[in-house]
């Protein structure tokens, strides 16, 4: 059970993301003991690999924090992202066998689609409400709200990996703040297209 909530972890963290978990998981098996991805997932220990992560990193931190940039780039990370999410559940989830049961590891496709519908979910939520968080503060809020998805990104990482637990409760409380966000988001869009009918 404990390695599903790794995956679930790392997947929602991939939806803020998408390099984020990649490269903690990449450097952690490199670097440390703590992660021991499988074989077929070798790729994301090799040197060349993790620099291109490192790179794709800094240009998605960049691009995510300016307005109108930042919603051009969520419409191309709409592949990218549950992409990641799908490969970081698989490769945790089929490294930690602290699962008695064998069904996951038996059926590892399974850990592909949990992962992509994570982060899909994830990312359309981070979608709608960003263009609402540029309108309402003129821009100035880009920012503010990528750096926030940045470090709840890596934490969540970290979390999902060192407290599988804790990450669990982290991510339905993120998923509560969410929901919140999205209909505060459709609350607004509603305000805006009423006032723009009596004008």
Known sequence: ???????????????????????????????????????EFGWLTNGWVLS???VLLI????????????????????FVRPAAGGAVFA????????????????????????GIVVALIVHLTKATVRPVVNAGTL??????????????????????ILAPVIALIALVLLAFAGLRLVKAARARRKRTASQTRQA
């Open 91 to 114: 490769a945790t989830d089929a490294a930690q066998q602290v699962d008695s049961s064998t069904f996951m590891h038996d059926n590892p496709w399974i850990g592909w689609v949990l």
């Open 1 to 39: 059970m404990l390695a599903v909530l790794t995956g679930l972890g790392l997947s929602a963290a991939a939806g803020l993301n998408a390099y984020i978990p990649l490269l903690v998981v990449g450097l952690l098996d490199r670097y440390t003991d703590v992660v021991r991805l499988p074989a």
């Open 139 to 160: 821009g100035t809020g880009a920012p503010v709200v990528s750096t926030a998805e940045d470090t709840v990104s890596l934490g969540m990482s970290l979390l999902a």
């Open 52 to 54: 291109a992560i490192a």
């Open 59 to 78: 240009a998605e931190v960049v691009l995510d924090k300016v307005p109108i940039v930042d919603t051009a780039n969520d419409a191309v990370q709409t």
